[in-house]
């Protein structure tokens, strides 16, 4: 489960319109009529940690078809065996502590309330967690009554209690739950984010699932065998509807045999991590397929869970629904590149380049965090600046690597909004000045709402932001007039003949009197728009007229012809006229906030989908020219928006940036100087990786033998691992991973590789630290002789055991290509499947194959 955002006190605005709260700080106002591109930024100084690599989260949607042993986890509590321990998940012979996320309503959970005390009246609420026994004792259970949590456990012939919650959970949003139980004496604790609500004396003694259990088909039904599990959001035997099921969300599930939490505590920040405490642990990230991993590493596990799909609607389904991790999340800015003045738009040609597009008329490029001295193009004779005028964006062919073609959106000289494409020299870091060819004209009766978005969608069309021409207020309805392609998004296909075609789906397409080239309609001053690069819907930023800054979305299955409502509205609220303004058929926005608090102007931004922060992922990102906050926005289940400010800067925001890899940038707008930073997720506070930590680094230079990495660290870091790839962006396709303390490291291959190396730790809270990356010139180039590869598999390699095909390592490596049920022991030199070889040590874990161990 990757973090989300927290809940907060939206108002709702329309259907799917949310107001951002904000706080009574003042903000520094813009000066009197300044553009959304003046100002100064001032010094800026922000943390620098970046999140590892991880795959986005997700989590489980049930919907409460408690029937025929559907919708619902089963995990398996008892060996079918008799005379066989439990797996590990059958927690109750000690203390235990069951904790997870929950989300769902009050409408879809109706279970009344419920008398608690010396009885088993848990199972009457909509049911969230089963380890119930048919008809006999040593059982307990979680559900929700009235919308409070109600925990309950009996003992073996030791009596009953059931405790009862104090707040409703059922309100649509995350609620984090822990219950507890003492062994010695039956105490029981429940908690609800954090704050104590309910506790008691309970039945004492072993409450686990009996090995000696009958199993059996208790429901007189499909459900064979139900009892021996641990059932997820349903009751297990499914006995009626007097037993409801849950309908709603779960993530990330932890059962420990320790008690977690002796008093009120703040709710978990970070995913949980696994100790040696951890029975099971449940992080729902697997997305697909049936199975509910169990990653906690428990011995005689895993605990894995099955999923029972089923009903209408189909349930659990997978959702990409998260829970917030108590509003923790936060943002650090990493410093890029700086020294670039008036900044307007980041984009990407490939891994480790930005172009770096600047008001006056020049495109600088980035390349792996070197700003390059030259210009990739300038074009400062051939653009009017300043103001909100100048070069405003560029957009990358489709096919630009062989076609070279790139795509540029400026003011000229006389004030016209002007799209032309250019193409790249033979040096791939200068484009040809003299290849201009101009795609497109639109005069501007005004020098301000000029627009300036550039941008290709997954259909390889051309889509094209335009304002509604300036002044105030519209004056002359551009936005609204199908014959004027100002206050628009066109779609345009240049993949044929100059100038451009009209892609035939368009949504005017052949109507008399209108402009085939626009796509949607209505805006104002749309600044800044964005595919999302996961799911293809589009997100825009229009700039409102004096009381409201929007957001609006176009989803990607969208046929065009969105109207977003500008002059007739400004947000969700009637503009011109003031009232009875919806003819019908306007599109409101997903997020809207006030000019309040120094907020004037929006920048749109990105929606997170890159991997050195995964609590990001999903994210939309955006943010205001003005008061320099940065916002993050999460779509809820039921399609509406909600949004938390992430990082309150001191940055005159102009744009943001995604490269090839989905990592986000944003910019501040400054005449003598700006800089680009990347956006990571800050670490948390409390949880930070404060290790001390010694590394010998690699050498420089070609390096003709391997060389041997070390490593040692204090701190409360649990997990160092040193990775190598020859990407400098430790993509996992390129990368292997070696946790322990040393590793001696080898590139086989025909040509000089260079090599990548960094280290990581990880604190016992998930905050991540890295040393490094290293980068030697060139790395080790052995030459491999066919005979020496030894394919092995099921084998085991006893310690001081050295495989051998070809003589020593020095004189020419010995290429072994690991298979699943291989172990290695010390001093056994292994070679992962990417290439690089590692000698191992005294628990040394290796690779990326989960087939190998080294015990």
């Known amino acids: 489960m990757a973090a989300g955002l927290g809940r907060v006190g939206l108002k709702r605005m329309s259907q799917a319109t949310l107001a951002l709260p904000f706080t009574t700080r003042r903000r520094r106002p813009p000066a009197a009529g300044a553009s959304p591109l003046l100002g100064a930024v001032a010094a800026v100084v922000f943390a620098m ?10 989590s489980l949607r049930f919907y409460g078809n408690g029937v025929n042993d559907i919708d ?76 409070r ?49 309910a506790h008691g004396d309970g039945p004492d003694g072993d409450v686990s699932y009996p090995d000696d259990g009958v199993p059996g088909n208790y429901c007189n039904g499909p459900c064979t065998n139900s009892d021996p599990f641990l059932v997820l959001a349903a009751e297990k035997h499914d006995a009626g509807p007097s037993y409801p099921s849950f309908n709603g969300y779960l993530d990330e599930l932890r059962l420990s045999t320790v008690l977690r939490y002796s008093g009120t505590f703040t709710r978990p920040a970070q995913p949980f991590i696994t100790d040696g405490s951890t029975a099971a642990l449940y992080h729902f990230d697997e997305g697909s397929g049936t199975t509910l991993g169990d990653t906690s590493g428990a011995s005689g596990g895993p605990s894995n869970g099955e999923l029972r799909v089923g009903g209408s609607p189909s349930g659990p389904a997978w959702s990409a629904e998260e829970p917030p991790f108590g509003g923790y999340l936060s943002l650090s800015l990493v410093p890029v590149a700086s020294g670039l003045p008036r900044i307007t738009s980041i984009t990407s040609d490939g891994p480790g380049r930005l172009f770096v597009t600047l008001q006056s008329g020049a495109i600088r490029i980035v390349d792996n965090g070197v700003l390059l001295p030259s210009p990739f193009l300038d074009l400062a004779t051939q653009v009017s600046c300043c103001g909100e005028r100048g070069l405003l964006a560029m957009a990358f062919a489709p096919d630009y690597e062989t ?19 250019y193409s790249r020299s033979a040096n791939p870091n200068l484009a040809n000045p003299s290849s201009e060819v101009v795609v497109l004209t639109q005069p501007q009766p005004y020098t301000n709402h000029n627009g300036g978005p550039l941008l290709f969608g997954r259909d390889g069309y051309l889509y094209v932001g335009l304002g509604d021409g300036g002044s105030a207020g519209d004056p002359d309805n551009r936005a ?18 100059p100038p451009y075609q009209i892609p035939p789906s368009n949504p005017f397409v052949g109507q008399i009197g209108v402009r085939e080239e626009i796509w949607a309609l209505g805006l104002r001053n749309p600044w800044k728009m964005a595919f999302d690069r996961r799911t293809g819907d589009l997100f825009t930023g229009d700039v409102g007229q004096g009381l409201w800054e929007e957001i609006d979305v176009q989803p990607a299955e969208s046929s065009g012809g969105e109207n ?25 926005p997903i997020l809207e906030y006030p000019h309040t608090d120094g907020n004037c102007s929006v920048t749109g931004g990105y929606r997170y989908r890159g991997s050195l922060s995964p609590r990001l992922n999903g994210i939309y990102l955006f943010g205001d020219y003005c008061s320099g906050r940065i916002w993050g926005a999460t779509q809820r289940g039921d399609g509406s928006w909600r949004a938390l400010e992430l990082l309150d800067t001191s940055l005159n925001i102009s744009t ?76 996992p396709a390129t990368t292997t991973v070696v946790t322990g303390t040393s590793a001696l490291v080898v590139h086989n291959g025909s040509q000089t590789t260079t090599i990548y190396s960094r280290l990581r730790a990880v604190d016992t809270c998930g905050a991540t630290t890295y040393r490094g990356p290293w980068t030697p010139a060139a790395a080790t180039v052995l030459t491999v002789n066919p005979a020496c590869v030894v394919e092995i598999t099921n084998q085991t390699f006893n310690a001081a055991q050295t495989v051998t095909s070809c003589g020593s390592l020095a004189a020419g490596p010995n290429v072994l290509v690991a298979a699943t049920g291989v172990v290695f022991r010390a001093a056994s030199l292994v070679t992962l499947r990417n290439g690089f070889q590692v000698a191992a040590g005294a628990g040394l874990a290796l690779g990326l194959d989960s087939g190998l161990a080294n015990p």
């Open 403 to 421: 076609s070279g073609f790139f795509y540029v959106h400026y003011t000229d000289v006389t004030g016209t909004s002007t799209v032309a494409r």
């Open 564 to 588: 977003y409502g500008w002059r007739l509205k400004e947000g969700g609220h009637c503009y011109n006229p003031a009232t009875n303004c919806d003819p019908g058929g306007l599109v409101d």
């Open 656 to 731: 943001f940036g995604e490269d090839a890899e989905g990592e986000v940038y944003v910019a501040g707008y400054s005449s003598t100087g700006g800089t680009v930073y990347r956006i990571d997720a800050a670490p948390v506070a409390g949880c930070l990786a404060t290790d001390v930590i010694t590394f010998t680094a690699p050498p420089s230079g070609t390096l003709g033998t391997p060389y041997l990495v070390t490593w040692t660290g204090s701190g409360p870091s649990t997990t160092f691992e040193l990775q190598e790839s020859t990407s400098p962006t430790f993509s």
């Open 72 to 147: 619902r986890v089963k995990i398996r509590v008892d060996d079918p065996a008799t005379n066989l321990p439990g797996p590990p998940a059958d927690v109750g012979a000690t203390d235990f502590t069951i904790e997870f996320w929950l989300r769902g309503s009050l409408a879809n959970n109706t279970a009344g309330p419920v008398s608690c005390g010396a009885n088993v009246n848990w199972i009457y609420g909509n049911i969230v967690l089963d380890r119930d026994r048919y008809n006999q004792d040593r059982k307990f259970g979680l559900s929700l009554a009235a919308g």
């Open 480 to 497: 609204q007039n199908l014959g004027d392609l100002l206050g628009k998004i066109l779609r345009l296909d240049v993949s044929g003949p």
């Open 149 to 197: 949590v109600v925990f309950g456990v009996s003992g073996d012939g030791t009596g009953d209690l059931t405790i009862c919650g104090t707040t409703s959970v059922l309100d649509d949003a995350w609620h984090h739950v822990a219950v507890q139980r003492r062994r010695s004496d039956g105490f029981l604790w429940l908690f609800v984010d954090g704050v104590l609500e």
């Open 49 to 58: 940690l970046p999140s590892p690599p991880a795959l986005a989260g997700t």
